[in-house]
């Protein structure tokens, strides 16, 4: 392993103003996708918008940046990235204005950078879900928003976009070519309000206006989905069976999904609704499923039992955008005091990453990342990535599950600490 391939990824770079030769490419790359889907952009902003001001954007595909971009065109804009979005192309990202952050990290450089947007007279644009949305619905936010929104002292505007996890889901990303799909851009603070407001106001204005619910829409809209597969991973994120309880025993192929322990089986209408094949259809509305087991979890959390065991895996490292490096393979555990990974590498060191449930409000996962080794949560300090892989073929566990649990181990913590001072 050389040197060079640990040296880390300057986070300390101020952010670069959108070259001006490639203002026009960026709205050209973007068009085809957004035409191509008909999005049609609802605008409820003052005529005299104009930058400086934040974005926060709702976050369920790759199409979201797309829609931004034209949405904001000929505006100079920097983007929040997450850093293996930088992967081989670190120059070009950097220079169309994109900014690096690590995954659920508390980092102080990252708001200078985006002070320095502001200063430059530009929009900043920022992801607070951190993730594409498991099911479609709003992921958890961050507590900081306000405060960030109230230091920047600008208008604040969203994007909230609809249809892109119907028609790409984090669990299946195959194009279904929904259209139309929708794209609101709304102004929710003037500079003036946002003096007035407390950072708690503005946060809970911000959650509010981050509701959305893409089957909801794709339903009242009538939006049909023909694609044969298009159940195929949602057992990704329904790993529990609500017929029998059973945990990891899900499986999907075209447009079934299946308990592979009691053997019920749902079908997934092209309305985005699913069917049980026989008897009782327990959830026919898909985030009512997934949050059936948030609160399975929860009880999990409540209880104190809320663990995955030692799970065996392995860990590929990330901390620059060059490429992931093999660390070794090792143990995870993730329970009531966190994540804990401890790994061995090919010359016997010992490395090992732990996150305590204070530090993570909520963690990034993935599904079959870059068709490697399958599943994997990723996690981060301020200087490295953590690709933590388990081995599916020596123990059963469910990243979504994992995922679910951060959160609900956050805010069961914070509900403790709430008590505990009054």
Known sequence: M?????VRFDMQAPPVRTKWYLRPLTYILSAPDVIKH?????KNIPEDLKPPFVMLCNHNAFMDFKVATKTIFPWRANYVVAIDGFIGREKLLR???CICKRKFTSDISLVKQLTRTIKNGDVAIIYPEARYS????????PESLGKLCKLLGVPVVTLICHGHHVNSPFWNLHDRGVKPTEAEFTQIYSVEELK???SDEINAKIRESFVYDDFAWQKERGIRVTYKGRAEGLHKILYQCPACHAEYKMSSKGTVLKCDAC?????MTELGELEAVKGETEFSHIPDWYE???GNVRREVEAGT?????LPVHVDSLPNARKYIPIGTGIMVHDMDGFKVRVTDKDGDVHEMVKTVPSLYSCHIEYDYLGKYGDCVDLNTLTDTWYTYPEPEKCEFSVTKMALATEELYFAKKREQKTSKS
């Open 134 to 141: 498991l099911c479609g619905t709003t992921a958890v936010l």
């Open 263 to 267: 053997g019920k089986q749902w079908n």
């Open 38 to 42: 008909g999005c049609i952009i609802k």
């Open 292 to 294: 059936w087991e948030r």
């Open 2 to 6: 050389k040197d060079q391939d640990f």
């Open 306 to 310: 809320y663990s995955t065991g030692e």
């Open 95 to 97: 220079d169309v204005g």
């Open 196 to 198: 007035k407001a407390s």
